[in-house]
């Protein structure tokens, strides 16, 4: 259990997701495709190139709405925890070397350098500036 400096009272933990409208469409996607691939399976000169290419399809989003619903920043007093597809990683406010700002236009990429190795996050987190702001404050990053 962490203990805190007198004075200072612990903050509730702060997650980050990706953006509800992104989950919402990839997961219309893969309804959409799996809907095509159902109505191949009624046609009668469908071939097996257009049940291959739904078929990917299929897997393509349902992968991809299984790593957005799964993704997850959490920061804590404890530090920042990354909850992926395959893994969840603990990084201390300590490690943490530096935030790199990195806008494009199609939105903007965050490069967080850390003694574990890197971490990146983008602008389809929702909340992704606060994010950025309290890795930054936390970390002495200032």
């Known amino acids: 259990m962490v203990q805190l400096p007198r004075g200072r009272e612990a903050l509730a933990p702060e997650t980050f997701r990706p953006r509800a409208v992104l989950r919402t ?22 071939t097996n190139s257009a049940f291959l290419s739904s078929a990917f399809f299929i897997a393509l989003f349902t992968a991809c709405s299984m790593f957005y619903g ?20 603990h990084f201390s406010f300590d490690d943490i070397l530096r935030v ?4 494009s236009l199609l939105g903007t990429s965050y490069a967080v350098r850390t003694r574990m190795g890197p971490l990146q996050f983008s602008s389809l987190l929702g909340g992704h500036e606060r994010l950025c702001r309290l890795i930054v404050r936390r970390a002495g990053l200032v």
């Open 25 to 46: 469409v990839v997961l219309a996607a893969d309804t959409l495709w799996i809907g095509v691939f159902v109505a191949l399976l009624g046609l009668h000169g469908a």
């Open 70 to 89: 799964r993704l997850a920043y959490t920061v804590s007093d404890s530090g920042l925890t990354v909850r992926t597809f395959a893994a969840v990683r």
């Open 100 to 103: 790199d700002v990195l806008p």
